[in-house]
């Protein structure tokens, strides 16, 4: 059982940057793959970001190039930059772990109990 916190969410004009954080509490989290996901109010859960245990990251077009995914094994914890944020990034924030990279919310058998992130205009 894997358990997942996330933390780093608040609020930011646009423009600005935020780094989310997604700590696990088992060191066996370094062999899964981790994707964020987010969710604004009335709206469907939507990919964000993924990445495997070995560094493999993909993204959703709304945020490449704004937004990185990275991990840090030797602390179990993978990190989401949000660079450039905009109003219509606000959402709550994320974090689940599965064996397997996939883009898909229904796939991941591990959740965090997600991080607020409110951009104002």
């Known amino acids: 059982q894997v358990q997942l916190v996330e933390s780093g969410g608040g609020l930011v004009q646009a423009g600005g940057s935020l780094r989310l954080s997604c700590a696990a509490s088992i060191r066996a989290f370094r062999w899964y793959a981790v994707g964020w996901f987010r969710q604004a109010p009335g709206k469907e859960r939507e990919f964000v970001a993924a990445?495997?245990?070995?560094?493999?990251?993909t993204y959703s077009d709304s945020v490449k190039g704004r937004f990185t995914i990275s991990r840090d094994n030797a602390k179990i914890t993978v990190y989401l930059q949000m660079n450039s944020l905009k109003p219509e990034d606000t959402a709550v924030y994320y974090c689940a772990a599965d064996s397997d990279l996939t883009t898909k919310a229904s796939d991941y058998d591990y959740w965090g109990q997600g991080t607020q992130v409110t951009v104002s205009s």
């Open positions: 990445i495997t245990w070995s560094g493999d990251m």
